[in-house]
């Protein structure tokens, strides 16, 4: 009964988190100069080209970037720092 039991729950506990999968996505990069060196600190904003809403994150230390949770469509990065300012 006890097996039964914790069977039960663990089919429970797998649908719940099946129910909870997430839809919307990132974008994961890594900033860098022409020399290939990282650059930190610098300013990425993403904007969806549709909602013109605008997400932004700055790289770390070593250069790398994330900027999560957006909405599916399609975006126009841009980037910033100090010295130069870029979009693709």
Not at 14 to 32: D, M, P, T, W
Not at 63 to 79: D, F, K, Q, V
């Amino acid at each position: 009964m006890v097996r039964a039991g914790l069977a039960l729950a663990l089919i429970a506990l797998a649908a719940s988190s099946a129910a909870a999968q997430e839809f919307r996505g990132s974008i994961v990069g890594h900033v860098k100069d022409t020399s290939d060196l990282a650059l930190p600190g610098v300013t990425v904003t993403a904007t969806n080209v549709a909602t013109n809403v605008a997400s932004t994150t700055v790289s770390n230390n070593e250069g790398n970037y994330t900027i999560a949770y957006l909405t599916p469509g399609n975006y126009r990065l841009r980037s910033a720092s100090a010295i130069a300012s870029r979009s693709i």
